[in-house]
């Protein structure tokens, strides 16, 4: 499927770029064939085919082999990723928080959303294949009302993602200081 082999850059912590065997098919507008693959995925499932076929239209697939950097923590894009296979762990400031396992998942949509740097890293478990979404064309359509329902529907969909995970880490969060209590009980 991966039509050519394009290096991706990526900043570490030293600021010193690695180049990458990262691969990227071209865009995929006119690939309607998988308009019905990615209507099965549950980050897409309830858009109609007519705002699936703009998404494609400005997403290329990306493969990233193990231990590869997709986003750098701080890196400025507009890139947002739907995971196909494999997996991806965030890391930030050098400690791993989640790791992203399930087919469909989403990742970089806060930048995508705010316009601010990447605030974690994200990088391959394995090889993994990503559908990568160009949020930068999200204002090109070809009518204002098109435009706007459009990007309220992905923008619903990234919320509905935000609050799930912030949902998430309030319940680590009362874990953690429940732990926190019970250490500072055990030391009196």
Known sequence: MMEQTCPAVSINQNHTSETYPMQESPYLEGHGFLVDKLHRLPFLGSLSEKYIKNILRLSKIRTFEHGETITP????????????SGAVRII????????IKEIGSIFGEL??????ARSASVEAIGATVC??????FLSEAEEPLEQALFISALYRLFTEVIAQ????????????????DQLKQ???
């Open 92 to 99: 930030k400031n050098s400690k791993e928080l989640a790791r």
């Open 111 to 116: 930048a995508a959303i705010d316009g601010k």
């Open 186 to 188: 055990s030391k009196k």
């Open 165 to 180: 995970r912030l949902r998430t880490a309030n319940e680590e969060l009362v874990r953690v200081r429940s732990e926190l």
């Open 131 to 136: 559908l990568a979404i160009d949020a930068s």
């Open 73 to 84: 923590e701080g890196a400025y894009d507009s890139w947002v990723y739907i995971l196909f």
